[in-house]
């Protein structure tokens, strides 16, 4: 079992920044991805960003390449997501999730999910 804690969401102006974390417990392997996604009043979850828990990899949804930045900590356990040059889009509360292996960037894929944290970026 593996659980997930979301914290740093928050308001913030227009090309601001802020970073996000996520504390995870449990049985977290190497072969685990992590995941960040969103979810805006009235819209489907959608994928951000993903890092596997071991190795190089990342992946970014285009809407947020090249402003948000995934990276992962393993000696705490925990992912960030550090977002800048936000905009008022990018208003939602935000998700972590695990899955065990794949970058996969489906919602229905990711097996834990954290409680999520709001962020609302006002213009």
């Known amino acids: 079992q593996v659980q997930l804690v979301e914290s740093g969401g928050g308001l913030v102006q227009a090309g601001g920044s802020l970073r996000l974390s996520c504390a995870a417990s449990g049985r977290i392997f190497g072969s685990y991805v992590m995941g960040w996604f969103r979810q805006a009043p009235g819209k489907e979850r959608e994928f951000v960003a993903a890092?596997?828990?071991?190795?190089?990899?990342?992946y970014y949804a285009d809407s947020v390449k090249g402003r948000f930045i995934i990276s992962r900590d393993n000696a705490k356990n925990t992912v960030y997501l550090q977002m800048n040059s936000l905009k008022p889009e990018d208003t939602a509360v935000y998700y972590c999730?695990?899955?065990?292996?794949?970058?996969?960037?489906?919602?229905?894929?990711?097996?834990?999910w954290g409680q999520g944290t709001q962020v609302t970026v006002s213009s």
């Open positions: 890092i596997s828990w071991s190795g190089p990899n990342t």
């Open positions: 999730a695990a899955r065990k292996m794949g970058l996969i960037t489906t919602p229905s894929a990711y097996d834990y």
